[in-house]
């Protein structure tokens, strides 16, 4: 048994805690070992095969060989595991739009099962980023603009995942934009970064999260490695956060010493700064013993208290994309698909396709293909993909179903003219939006000292340069569709008005100029390898569209915060999204938590117990059509006293229902929206104002049926402190 296995057993069986079983291991390493907990294990000359053997092989940080310790065994997977070919759910903006955190729970479990069969350990699949503009290229990781919803399916990822590997939480903090990742200074208030964009990552720690990520931009001038104020002073003191921090790959570390006194744990994935430098600085007395033992006591006892508690046993490879997984993605992407139009065209709303049809036309640039979203790092490559041509003709053996050959508009409005109903397939791709994998701005210092000022440092930064223009992903540069996939649009429905129109992509569309033409609009997202066929469900009727939007659709770009891909510095306030729209008076052309369903729900408000820690509410909900169908049933409040009152999302809670039947929920509520952080005392206290509660299917337009917000005192604790804040 190696010193680790016993560590291991002690802690299970009770005889030790994880902090004392890592001091024991610590006790048993030389120098080396130690230092070798901070930073990857893979020399530098592999960088440039990073992308190549990300998809083979775990990336391994720490391992100790001569102690049995395994270090953290490293797998990407935000839509599954990158490792091989494995199973590729709907990207994390279209689990968002579930608005159902037992299943993402659910992916979660099935994530951390293929990523333990992939022999790792690690997985660093929550990223909960908040969506501040939808041109931000990796969009489609993220949980979209809303902190509790952001941390509601985060936590429930985390959850899912730890059962069998560690949960990596990512990229802390503020990170949104893409292009510039690298350089970018982001400015914040501290009401906003505390009330804004830090509760979600809170919600994740709380929810169990081994480690956390830094991301690749500075905050308040300070890169994040370094950033001792996010890393230490919150992340540590004030969250309590006990597990590892790791650096974004490569060009995350900016200093070897600084980084680790700030509290930035591990170096990831290669040897770069750190085993030039650590050293000599701890030889010298620039790093002290003190702070190796900190960094390498957080590594240990998080590995050790993992390997304790995970699931007992192993999966085997069979799990990795076997049947139950691909009818999870399946199911997932069904209920991810937001039906935001539906009008009647004659006696019937469109859709779910009339039963008696016989003969379908499935047009559009995207129809026939495997569009899984970005082909960054996050990629996956499933052992198949179900296209939306091949779903509708798997569904609808008996249907004719004819589709356009070559992109022309005029072959399209041909091949619609001729049938019952036409289905249009445009959006997005990976040459749209995704990670940009190479910049022209990344620091290449960290390769060696040749880089950093010698004569080989200028060709490779105009190389990277140079490269950036050619690759694929990045932010977007208009939230328009492509101007090919509008003159196809308005080429089909003018030969055929029974026109369904479907939309792929990461975020958000904007369709005001053919919106108005068509009867029927979905966004089906990139739906994962079963998304052909979850989309023929829903279209067909198998199943119910049952999913909300995670984000406003505005009208015009405009009505969102200023975007500048390019930007070296930018700000962020507490205006964005719903809540910038709300503020300034525009109505949205879908606001953000609608979406349709093929029958008729109804709700009302019954009671709410509330106070400075959170609560809930009773609703009744009845389902008033024909039909089964589900509804997200959402809680608001706002300061009603002001002229434009900014809804915030307080809970959500999904329910199904068959036709007539109806039911009491309780929905659980978050207090943290309704409260502010002193930034001298670090309490939290109600916000000024009259606030209202209001239960609806989506951000509300109006207030008048709102009631009072009834909030209970607490009483205070013995420091004189109130309880609350965001969780």
């Not at 994880?18 to 530098?44: C, F, Q, V």
């Not at 409260?675 to 209202?692: C, F, K, M, V, Y």
Request: net charge negative; charged share 20%; glycine share 10%.
């Amino acid at each position: 048994m190696t010193a680790n296995d016993e560590a291991v057993r002690a802690v299970r069986a009770g005889e030790l805690d994880a902090d004392a079983a890592a001091d024991l291991l610590i006790e048993r390493m030389t120098d080396a070992e130690l230092l070798g907990l901070l930073d990857g294990d893979s020399p530098r000359r592999l960088l440039p095969f990073i992308p190549l053997l990300l998809g083979r092989r775990p990336f391994v940080a720490g391992a100790v060989p001569r102690l049995g310790i395994p270090g953290i065994r490293f797998s990407d997977g935000a839509r599954g595991v990158v490792i091989g070919a494995s199973t590729a759910f709907p990207v994390t903006m279209a689990r968002a739009a579930t608005w159902d955190p037992s299943l993402e729970e659910q992916v979660g479990l099935a994530i951390g099962e293929e990523t333990r069969a992939r022999d790792a350990n690690y997985s660093a699949s929550v990223c909960v980023n908040l969506l501040r503009h939808p041109a931000w290229g990796r969009a489609q990781e993220c949980y979209g603009e809303d902190p509790v919803l952001t941390g509601r399916m985060g936590s429930a990822m985390t959850r899912g995942i730890r059962v069998n590997v560690m949960a990596c939480v990512k990229h802390f903090a503020l990170n949104s934009m893409e292009n510039e990742r690298f350089e970018v200074d982001v400015s914040v208030d501290e009401h906003a970064l505390h009330e804004v964009y830090l509760p979600h990552f809170k919600a994740v720690v709380d929810a169990g999260a081994d480690s956390v990520m830094t991301a690749y931009n500075r905050v308040r001038g300070e890169h994040m490695d370094v950033n001792s104020a996010l890393l230490t002073d919150v992340l540590r003191h004030e969250w309590g956060f006990a597990g590892f921090v790791t650096s974004d790959w490569v060009f995350g570390t900016h200093h070897a010493v600084a980084s680790l006194q700030a509290g930035m744990d591990v170096e990831m994935p290669l040897r770069l700064l750190r085993a030039r430098a650590l050293p000599a600085a701890l030889r010298s007395g620039a790093l002290s013993r003190a702070t190796v033992f900190r960094s390498a006591h957080r590594v240990l006892r998080t590995i050790v208290l993992h390997e304790a508690t995970r699931e007992p046993a192993s999966p085997s490879a069979d799990v990795i994309a076997s049947p139950a997984h691909r009818g999870l993605a399946r199911r997932v992407a069904s209920e991810s698909i937001v039906l935001l139009k539906n009008e009647p065209v004659g006696a019937a709303p469109l859709l779910p396709l009339d039963p008696g049809i016989r003969h379908l036309a499935v047009v559009g640039r995207l129809a026939a293909l495997p569009n899984l979203g970005d082909h960054g790092s996050s990629r996956v490559r499933p052992p198949s993909t179900v296209s939306p041509l091949q779903g509708l003709r798997e569904a609808l053996p008996g249907v004719r179903i004819t589709t356009a050959s070559g992109p022309s508009a005029r072959a399209a409005a041909a091949a619609a003219a001729a049938a019952n109903t036409a289905i249009v397939v445009v959006g997005l791709d990976q040459h749209d939006e995704g990670e940009s994998v190479v910049t022209g701005s990344v620091e290449v210092g960290v390769l060696g000292r040749a880089f950093s000022a010698g004569p080989l440092r200028a060709p490779l930064i105009g190389l990277a340069q140079l490269a950036s223009h050619f690759v694929r992903g990045g932010d977007r540069s208009s939230l328009d569709l492509r101007p090919s996939d509008v003159e196809l649009i308005t080429a089909v429905v003018a030969a055929n008005p029974r026109t369904v129109v479907v939309l792929i992509g990461g975020s958000a569309i904007l369709t005001e100029a053919w919106r108005e033409r068509v009867p029927a609009l979905l966004l089906a997202w990139y739906g994962g390898m079963e998304g052909g066929r979850a989309l023929a469900s829903v279209l067909t009727g198998e199943v119910e569209p049952g999913g909300r939007l995670p984000f406003v659709v505005p009208t015009d770009v405009s009505h969102l915060p200023p975007f500048d891909s390019a930007a070296k510095s930018v700000v962020y306030d507490a205006r964005w999204g719903q809540r910038l729209l709300d503020a300034e008076g525009h109505v949205a052309a879908f606001p953000f938590g609608f979406g349709l369903g093929y029958t008729t729900i109804e709700h009302r408000l019954i009671d709410h117990r509330f106070d400075d820690t959170g609560g809930s509410a009773e609703v009744h909900v009845t389902n008033t059509g024909d039909r089964e169908g589900s509804t997200v049933v959402q809680l608001y409040a706002a300061d009603v006293s002001v002229r434009r009152p900014v809804a915030q999302l307080l809970g959500f809670r999904k329910v199904t229902l068959r036709p007539g039947a109806e039911a009491t929920i309780r929905v659980t509520l978050d207090a943290g929206p309704t409260l502010q952080r002193d930034p001298t005392t670090r309490h939290w206290s109600p916000r000024a104002g009259e606030w209202a509660v209001l239960a609806a299917q989506h951000s509300p337009i109006g207030w008048a049926d709102a009631s009072p917000l009834r909030r209970t005192e607490l009483s205070i604790d013995e420091d004189g402190a109130r309880g609350g804040g965001p969780a």
